[in-house]
């Protein structure tokens, strides 16, 4: 989550509990903006720049893995960037900084062009000058080629969360202290929550969810989402105005393998084929799905576009949990994905290059090694991707440059927040696919 700027900062008062963001990764990002038309990165080599990093454990996990990269973060909190440093220290990651300085001040304070910039929970939380510092800071410090990921608040699901927020500041307005204040939040959506729930109301169940939402979260995130001082919610078109304004155009949600960031491609066809489009057809798809937050890619206008080819997608990397459930040599065949989703296959080009691929998890192989004719299946190994059936990758995250015998991050990890981070960038318990040890290998060239 992003600072506050002011003289008093609620992230002192109250840190604020930061996590890695799977889809803020430099090969994820890289990835989503080759299948979308955008930019094409190299991998090899980068610099990346955070933008209100909070503790540093989003950049940290990233720096551990990625030591051919490096890392910037700013926050505004010191208390944030002291605990940041203090981390990075522990863990004798020399490919990292940190700088404790106001938003606005992030073009001076840095040096130099980064391939990415990253900005997670920071665009609708700031006041609109810094917001507009953030848009333009790409003009001097991101290179021209460069991807910016942020994320922000949604109309029109945030008209109803707006309305809660709304609700709780100045219910809780009375009451000392910013952790007060939010228990004292949490206990009265509680209690709200309860109350609705009893109504078969329809308005009634909508508000008991959202209450619920406020009662069972994270003490730091209803601190710093519901009781900031700034929450600034935009619809679609809205924020792709100010971008534009600034010179960025949206690529892709970042988050679009996953069920909040997925796109349907079926029913925007549908409202345009009706037209029942509104003031702008990605707005009116937001009104329908009850959209809350987006995730996008940003890229320079007038930077490079095209369709990735199919020679582009045979050297991408496939991997997947895809399981034959009665394995065959025939089709249609049925597989089992370690989600629960059962897929059927009726090419058998795509169930043979499946077939076998789960027994390498969460590694995997070059589509080209897979699938013999690479253009006729391109569409659907990208509808996999994007139900997350499948992932395909730029670069095999298991072969990072990391020299420690044992995977310190993970060890610290456990002390403090009881969950791993992977090389993928992923989240999980101690027992499942952040590996005790890790490789000693250097990532070949990719560009």
């Not at 190299?42 to 490096?70: F, K, M, P, Q």
């Not at 929450?231 to 078109?237: E, F, I, K, L």
């Amino acid at each position: 989550m992003a600072d506050v700027t002011g003289i008093e900062n609620p992230y002192d008062e109250l840190a604020y509990r930061s996590l890695p963001v799977e889809w803020s990764a430099p090969e994820q990002l890289a990835v989503t903006s080759l299948l979308h038309g955008g930019p094409r990165m190299r991998l090899d080599s980068y610099r990346v720049l955070e933008l209100g990093c909070g503790d540093g454990t989003n950049l940290i996990a990233l720096a551990y893995y990625r030591r051919h990269g490096e890392f910037v973060g700013i926050d505004g909190s010191g208390r944030h960037i002291e605990a940041a440093k203090a981390r990075a220290t522990r863990l004798g990651l020399d490919n990292l900084s940190f700088i404790h300085a106001d938003l606005r001040e992030a073009t001076t304070r840095t040096e130099g062009r980064f391939d990415y910039v990253l900005a997670h929970g920071v665009f609708s939380w700031v006041p609109d000058d810094v917001r507009e510092a953030l848009l333009h800071l790409h003009h001097e410090r991101m290179q021209p080629n460069g991807l910016m990921y942020l994320n922000y608040n949604t109309l029109p699901g945030w008209s109803v969360r707006g309305l809660v927020r709304r609700f709780l500041l100045a219910q809780t307005a009375a009451v000392p202290g910013l952790r007060a204040r939010t228990e004292a939040a949490q206990t009265l959506s509680s209690q709200l929550a309860a109350t609705l729930m009893s109504s078969e109301h329809p308005y009634s169940q909508l508000m008991a969810r959202e209450f619920r939402i406020v009662a069972d979260a994270e003490l730091t995130y209803v601190a710093h989402e519901y009781l900031n001082p700034e929450n600034h919610a935009y619809w679609r078109s809205e924020f792709r105005a100010l971008a534009l304004g600034h010179g960025l155009a949206p690529i892709a949600d970042a988050d679009f393998t996953h069920a909040g960031g997925r796109s349907d491609p079926a029913l925007d066809g549908w409202l345009e084929t009706e037209g029942i489009v509104g003031c702008a057809l990605e707005d009116t798809s937001d009104l329908v799905r009850y959209r809350q937050l987006h995730s996008p890619i940003l890229a320079r206008v007038d930077g490079s576009r095209s369709d990735a080819t199919p020679e582009e997608v045979g050297a991408l990397f496939v991997a997947t949990t895809l399981t034959e459930i009665e394995p065959t040599t025939t089709v249609p065949a049925l597989f089992r994905h370690d989600s629960g989703e059962t897929l059927e296959i009726t090419d058998e080009s795509m169930r043979a290059g499946l077939s076998g691929l789960a027994a390498l998890w969460p590694r995997g192989l070059r589509v080209s090694e897979r699938f013999d004719d690479v253009a006729a299946i391109v569409d659907d190994l990208r509808l996999l991707h994007r139900f997350g059936l499948i992932d395909l990758r730029v670069v095999e995250p298991h072969d990072f440059v990391v020299r420690d015998p044992i995977n310190r991050l993970n060890a610290l990890e456990a002390t403090e927040q009881r969950e791993l981070t992977s090389a993928y960038h992923r989240r999980s318990p101690p027992t499942t696919d952040a590996p005790a040890e890790t490789p000693d290998v250097t990532p070949a060239a990719v560009t």
